[in-house]
């Protein structure tokens, strides 16, 4: 890891790095915890080589992500020891997010050179923590359960990096899927008041960000407090979002069928705003295995209403997760996730062989899966997958999508940028481009991106 370390050089401030694993909300926490540590001197470094401060904001959804975090300490440990004997100030070591609110007293136990543990409802108590944590007194773990004291405590100013940004609106999860460890890692269901999340969209926009995705463990649960006092609905809320002055795109993820409402289907169809991606995972396509996982759906009325989406908007790129090997899947049972996928046609998707998690009741059933069947269950999943992947961006080639362009590509005058069906797209522009969307006419496609000649500048 250290290969490069050389002896301290003389500079100012402090220096901070954090590396994020898992989900999408992880990354929205760890751009909140280096706005945190912004005020107390600390700007962001490449490398935890260059840096003060290191963070490993942690998933616990797979087993092989929590035994990654306690490799990387490992490396940590070794990097800071090298790093004191060259001069350089001591390395704080981090261990943040859904790992550390499941495992913090054993983290630890196992790993003393950790410095600090911090859940993800509490990492807004760092900078008491680091201040503990530098006299050696008071805890060194925070795990409390109270997102509303964590956004209170959140700064109003965020940095920005970039033209679409993520903003948690909803965490935890009430649904209590048998595999599942967020409702034990992040806590019950909770949802940001609408107020709170406009202000910050707001600022948002006026720093030049252009598409917001709305996150939550189970965001169409989303029923914060709206402007009349009374709770709003998902669809409520992007309405409101919808008419902030700079916002050209709105997306939300993770959806959980069950909260599926009429009014959010409904603005698929007429707000123009909120693209046509929807991502909406269903697990198995095996009643007897979704009653297993306690899904509280079954494989027809996830299908029954993916078509009612695709009424309401009947260009909607659907996308979704699938777990392979579950306790007691039969390969009958596999088979009929495969049918259920041949029905849907997805757009994209995520599959996953199945993890036993620590805690939750699906660790705990017989008939586990021996290893060698789920991975052939996962490759046969996986090739049908990315086949309708190909082929739903093979269908955009004659298209002309409206593409908001965000960085340069790889090469000289090229910029990559994102479709309203979320693929990467490359075309030619300059720089100045960067933040506008603009109509591209699509001339080529692979699994990930599609390639295509810019038509106009556009908005």
């Not at 060698?372 to 269908?395: G, P, S, T, Y």
Request: one cysteine or more; glycine letters at 8%.
């Amino acid at each position: 890891m250290s290969t490069a370390l050389k002896p301290a050089p003389a500079r100012a401030g402090r220096r901070l790095f954090i590396k994020t694993y898992g989900c999408q909300m992880n990354v929205y926490d760890s751009e909140r915890m280096a706005d945190i540590l912004r005020p107390l001197g600390y700007g962001m470094a490449e490398t935890p080589e260059d840096a003060d401060f290191v963070v490993l904001n942690t998933c616990h959804i797979r087993e092989k992500a929590a035994e990654k975090v306690y490799s990387e300490l490992g490396r940590l440990k070794a990097l800071r020891e090298e790093r004191l004997a060259m001069g350089h100030p001591r390395m704080t070591i981090v261990v943040a997010g859904c790992v550390a609110q499941a495992e913090g007293e054993e983290i630890m136990r196992r790993q003393p050179a950790v410095d600090i543990v911090v859940g993800p409802q509490a990492y807004h108590q760092l900078p008491e923590l680091i201040v503990r944590q530098s006299r050696r007194t008071g805890e060194r773990l925070s795990a409390d359960f109270a997102p509303d004291a964590k956004f209170d405590a959140l700064p109003s100013v965020r940095a920005v990096d970039g033209v679409a940004a993520f903003v948690t609106v909803q965490e935890g999860c009430d649904k209590f899927c048998s595999f599942c460890v967020v409702p034990y890692t992040r806590g019950a269901e909770w949802s940001r008041p609408v107020a709170d999340i406009e202000a910050e969209v707001r600022a948002l926009a006026g720093r030049g960000v252009r598409e917001v995705t709305l996150l939550g463990q189970n965001v169409n649960a989303y029923n914060g407090v709206g402007h009349d006092g009374a709770p709003s609905s998902l669809a409520r809320l992007i309405e409101g979002l919808s008419q902030i002055e700079g916002v050209a795109r709105i997306r939300y993820t993770t959806s959980h069928p069950n909260d599926m409402s009429e009014d959010l289907i409904e603005a698929h169809g007429s707000n123009p705003v909120l693209m046509p991606y929807l991502h909406l995972p269903v697990q198995s396509g095996s009643d007897r295995v979704l009653r297993a996982m306690n899904r509280k759906h079954g494989a027809r009325s996830y299908i029954d209403l993916i078509a009612r989406i695709r009424r309401a908007r009947p260009d909607i790129a659907i996308s979704g997760d699938f777990i392979v090997g579950f306790p007691g899947e039969t390969e009958d049972e596999f088979e009929q996730t495969l049918a259920l996928v041949r029905e849907v046609r997805y757009a994209s998707a995520f599959s996953f062989i199945y993890s036993p998690r620590p805690g939750t009741p699906a660790a705990t059933m017989g008939r586990q899966i021996e290893p060698e069947v789920a991975r052939e269950r996962l490759h046969r999943l996986q090739a049908l997958l990315a086949e309708q992947q190909k082929a739903f961006n093979a269908d955009q080639i004659g298209r002309t999508l409206p593409v908001l362009l965000e960085k340069p590509g790889r090469h000289e005058g090229q910029l990559v940028g994102r479709s309203p069906y979320l693929q990467g797209v490359v075309c030619e522009g300059d720089a100045g481009l960067i933040g506008r969307i603009v109509d591209v006419r699509i001339e080529g496609s692979s699994l990930n991106s599609l390639r295509g000649q810019r038509l106009e500048h556009g908005g």
